[in-house]
């Protein structure tokens, strides 16, 4: 009888594990399309992120510019609560002279529905900011556009449940609100992925703008940078 339960307990043990990777595979299978991300390109309003990221989410969206030999980086950190679905923004200017990073500058700043935020105009960071206007609200992703693309790099690893592409879109026309960048100058690069690991189940896409090198010798944005991080991304209908 004791040897019947032990097989037994091995039986349900193995089945129990295939039905959780079945479910695992299918799940890694599903983000490789990335269709889901037309829900979150363009968002007008970041309430919505509480749709699609029920327990909460955060972006990080970082200028940087050269100006006489020095690299100047503004980061603007929003956070969105899950429990009192309030979003918050905090704000560094850093500057990087001859490799060494110095923080010159923390602010809050406050967050008036849409995607727009109060930003003070007596901080050293306030030029950096003027019109600021995140890439999540201007840029209108569709999973479409990426069939013509070039492809730069794909990390497959369905062992750790990790899926994410690069792509280049370097004719994907203007951003809405970015009227500072010169798209002939700068390219796109957008890298969609997800962790599927059964205790890490986050959601990442990072979508850069950037000047080619050599950088010029004058006061000009060389990049921008925006990363949505969230966990147990949902899809829901837009």
């Known amino acids: 009888m004791g040897k019947v339960l032990k097989w037994l307990s091995i039986l349900i043990a193995c089945i129990g594990c295939i039905f959780f990777l079945g479910e695992k595979w299918g799940q890694h299978m599903a983000v490789r399309s990335f269709v889901y991300l037309d829900q979150l390109y363009p968002t007008k309003n970041l309430e919505d992120l509480f749709e699609a990221f029920p327990k909460g989410f955060s972006i990080l969206h970082v200028k940087t510019y050269y100006e006489n030999k020095t690299t100047m980086q503004v980061s603007v950190y929003i956070k969105g609560e899950p429990q009192t679905r309030l979003i918050t923004g905090d704000v560094e200017l850093e500057a990087d002279v001859n490799g060494k990073r110095q923080s010159l500058e923390k602010f809050n700043i406050t967050y008036q529905g849409g995607t727009s935020f109060n930003i003070p105009t007596d901080k050293k960071a306030s030029p950096y900011l003027k019109n600021f206007q995140l890439l999540l609200a201007g840029f209108s992703y569709r999973n479409a556009d990426l069939t013509s693309k070039k492809l730069v790099r794909v990390y497959d690893n369905p ?77 829901t209908e837009k």
């Open 159 to 235: 062992s750790y449940g990790r899926y994410y592409k690069e792509y280049l879109l370097n004719e994907l026309g203007p951003i809405e609100g970015q009227d500072e960048l010169d798209l002939e100058k700068y390219q796109y690069s957008i890298e969609f992925g997800r962790e599927l690991a059964p205790f890490n189940l986050r959601f990442r896409s990072d979508l850069g703008i950037d000047m080619s090198t050599p950088w010029p010798q004058s006061n000009t944005l060389v990049s921008v940078r925006e990363v949505i991080n969230g966990d147990e991304f949902k899809v």
